[in-house]
């Protein structure tokens, strides 16, 4: 996956808190709000900036009791699917 | 401090208290002042309590003829706000407010016959979350002196849930705001509501302890549901009016959430458009020990 040598961060511009093991994600220009499960909130946690898409994976791998091809749809799901929001970017180096 | 308006006419300064939020207006035209002492009568106070309040901001209101801030658009008043640090601007079709935070002054230009209640609205939104307090989209009311709000957008059933609860101390059913008090939020009154006249709204500056909070929706029976906290911290953050735009004052707001829902029940409300639904949100409340709601505040 190209995807997997990208190490995601939040966009400097979101605003986000954990309550309860959730993720409440807050995108300040558009006003949207977004809870995120279990699963989502680790990949949240874990997208700092320091860890790629493919240590991410790995991690889930560890924590979780799911393959390989399952812990990568998960991960490039939700990678994919916040960047296009703004809400992750993606840079090539930690 | 206590609602008084004789004290208030001798010149032209105006000085509204809102949850102990105190905001000075200095206004020159008469007619302007005197819409905005009837609108606000029984928020006003005494210059020398306002005085002693500090207030938290001044602001200098000028009328202008046949001025338009906004472009006409279709669908429900717009009202704009920005903040670029401790500058705030707020926008609708006939106010332009720009307000220094820091400095605790401010510029008002509305057009002539146009009231300042957005304005105000949106000051006093931002306002309250410097201190312990939010502002919600919501309707409240005092019964057997517990306070109860009902958060949500148009549509939700605020206005119906005001209309049915005819012998309680209706607060409003459009705005309120809740301000920490010690180790609970206490509910106040504001004087932000529709103009809908056969409201039995109280229109006064009350408290009481803030007992629950629900998310009503309309429905054809009556059921009540505790929320967890992620989703009523959710949920009380889409209902804080014209804060959104910056991630630091985001923050903020869901500081101050998450330590509100964890004092306060958050209830999904479905309710049947009649009285009885009261019925149903006393059993509620009676179901719910200080247990059930875990302490702790939100974690980065």
């Known amino acids: ?94 | 401090m206590t609602g008084c308006r004789s004290c208030c006419l001798s010149d032209k300064s105006i000085y509204i208290s809102i949850a102990d939020i105190c905001v000075g207006l200095r206004v020159t035209d008469a007619n302007a002042r005197e819409e905005i002492r009837n609108r606000y009568n029984n928020f006003l106070v005494r210059k020398t309590d306002a005085r002693d309040a500090r207030p938290a901001v001044d602001i200098w209101v000028e009328v202008c003829e046949s001025v338009q801030f906004l472009p006409p658009e279709k669908g429900p008043w717009v009202v704009k706000t920005f903040l670029r640090g401790s500058q705030l601007s707020i926008i609708s079709y006939t106010e332009s407010g720009a307000v220094d935070l820091s400095k605790r002054s401010g510029r008002l230009i509305v057009a002539r016959q146009c009231k300042i209640e957005n304005f105000l609205r949106a000051l006093y939104s931002h306002l309250c979350i410097v201190g312990e307090a939010l502002m919600f989209h919501a309707s409240g009311v005092i019964k057997d002196g517990r306070g109860f709000i009902f958060c949500g957008r148009s549509g939700s059933g605020k206005t119906t849930i005001a209309r049915l609860s005819t012998g309680y101390n209706v607060l409003s059913d459009d705005i309120l705001i809740v301000k920490r008090a010690g180790s609970a939020y206490q509910l106040c009154g504001a004087p932000f509501h529709s103009d809908l006249p056969e409201l039995p709204l109280c229109y006064r500056d009350d408290r009481a302890e803030l007992c629950a909070i629900f998310l009503p929706r309309k429905d054809t029976a009556n059921f009540i549901r505790l929320v967890g906290r992620a989703e009523a911290v959710a949920e009380l953050i889409s209902n804080v009016p014209f804060c959104t735009g910056s991630k630091e004052t985001s923050e903020r707001i869901a500081d101050l959430c998450a330590d509100l829902a964890a004092r306060v029940p958050v209830f999904k409300l479905h309710f049947r458009p009649e009285k009885e639904f009261w019925r149903a949100i006393d059993e509620a409340i009676e179901k719910v020990s200080p247990t059930s709601l875990t302490g702790g505040g939100a974690s980065n």
């Open chain 1, 1 to 94: 996956m190209r995807l997997s040598k990208k190490y995601p961060q939040p966009h400097s511009q979101v605003a986000a808190r954990v309550i309860d093991g959730q993720a409440i994600i807050i995108t300040p220009l558009s006003g949207e709000i977004r809870i995120l499960n279990e699963v989502g909130t680790r990949i949240w946690e874990l997208a700092d900036g320091r860890h790629s898409a493919e240590q991410i994976v790995a991690i889930l791998m560890s924590e979780y009791a799911v393959s390989r091809d399952e812990a990568e749809r998960d991960v490039i799901e939700f990678i994919e699917g916040l960047a296009a929001k703004q809400i992750l970017v993606l840079s090539e180096h930690p």
